[in-house]
Nanobody, 115 residues
Framework: QVQLVESGGGLVQAGGSLRLSCAAS????????MRWYRQAPGKQRELVAG???????NYADSVQGRFTISRDNAKNRMYLQMNSLKPEDTAVYYC?????????WGQGTQVTVSS
């Protein structure tokens, strides 16, 4: 099993920055990719960014150029640096780990961007 704990959310003004962190524990060696998802009130959960074990990254069009995903394998952590935040980025952000035959979610961290 894998346990995921997010941190770093909060309230920020539009144009500001936040850095989310996801701490992973358990069967870390089995993780093939990690992702950040978000879910705004009344909307479906959507993929924000992903990173493979080899370091390849992908981003949603809505965050491309503003958000950066990274991974520190030595610390078993994944990060999401969010710059130029917009009110529409307001959501609960979830950490996700993909294994060969399973996947895990964190509990989520709230990000609120005020206009």
């Amino acid at each position: 099993q894998v346990q995921l704990v997010e941190s770093g959310g909060g309230l920020v003004q539009a144009g500001g920055s936040l850095r989310l962190s996801c701490a992973a524990s358990g069967s870390i060696s089995r993780i093939s990719a990690m992702r950040w998802y978000r879910q705004a009130p009344g909307k479906q959960r959507e993929l924000v960014a992903g990173i493979t074990s080899g370091g390849s990254t992908n981003y949603a069009d809505s965050v491309q150029g503003r958000f950066t995903i990274s991974r520190d394998n030595a610390k078993n952590r994944m990060y999401l640096q969010m710059n130029s935040l917009k009110p529409e980025d307001t959501a609960v952000y979830y950490c996700y780990a993909l294994l060969t035959w399973d996947h895990y979610w964190g509990q989520g961290t709230q990000v609120t961007v005020s206009s």
